[in-house]
């Protein structure tokens, strides 16, 4: 029996995926997790095969929740299961220590194939996604401008597309405002950004809120 934690702040996602796994036959759901620091504490006391990970979600999220999950155990199968569809995120995602990416684009039976793939010790990424990622790196394909941002920069990034302040954003990822505002106005110059409505704007035309 493969033992699920579900990490999504979405309700009507969390049920849809208990009446998948519960239907499934050799998987069950021995944990959900709604937050970051949900997901930390599951990781922590829970004995799980593998985290269906969201890259969104309230708290420390993303490349920097992946990295956390690893710290406390470095064995635990990762899927990520994301409504990101960018090549920059998956290649991200994966170097952090995911070890398999699909998009909720995906159908249900895929799905249950990629965790059984991933909770058995392989790897799984979506072929759509893995065809991107392979035209982007023969040059294929323009990289996006925010490729330049280190994930700490990404992810303060998309953060203050969401709305977030620069304090809650530091309550967030647990450090301080000053640092939080030095990744700001690095990012901002990186690409180039006169104001916070530049920033705001990229961000909005690229769904790095999302």
């Given at each position: 029996?493969?033992?699920?934690?579900?990490?999504?702040?979405?309700?009507?996602?969390?049920?849809?995926?208990?009446?998948?796994?519960?239907?499934?036959?050799?998987?069950?759901?021995?944990?959900?997790?709604?937050?970051?620091?949900q997901v930390i504490d599951s990781v922590?006391?829970?004995?799980?095969?593998l985290v269906l990970l969201d890259m969104s979600m309230p708290g420390i999220s993303g490349i920097d929740l992946i990295g956390r999950i690893r710290a406390h155990a470095p064995a635990l199968p990762i899927l990520v299961l994301s409504m990101h569809n960018e090549a920059l995120v998956v290649r991200r995602a994966l170097k952090a220590g995911a070890n398999g990416y699909m998009t909720k684009e995906g159908d249900p039976e895929t799905l249950l194939?990629?965790?059984r793939r991933v909770a058995a010790g392989g790897r799984y990424i979506d072929p759509g996604l893995a065809e991107q990622m392979v035209f982007e790196s023969e040059g294929g394909q323009y990289e996006q401008a925010h490729a330049q941002l280190s994930n700490r920069e990404l992810s303060i990034f998309r953060l203050f597309v969401r709305g977030k302040t620069v304090n809650q954003i530091a309550d967030e990822l647990a450090i301080s405002n000053k640092t939080v505002s030095t990744h700001k106005a690095r990012l901002m110059q990186k690409m180039g950004f006169q104001s916070n409505a530049d920033?705001?704007?990229y961000g909005i035309d690229h769904a790095l809120g999302e």
């Open positions: 029996m493969i033992r699920i934690l579900i990490a999504d702040d979405h309700a009507i996602v969390r049920g849809g995926l208990l009446q998948l796994f519960g239907l499934a036959g050799d998987m069950t759901v021995v944990g959900q997790a709604t937050n970051g620091g922590r006391t829970l004995a799980c095969d194939q990629a965790v920033m705001l704007r």
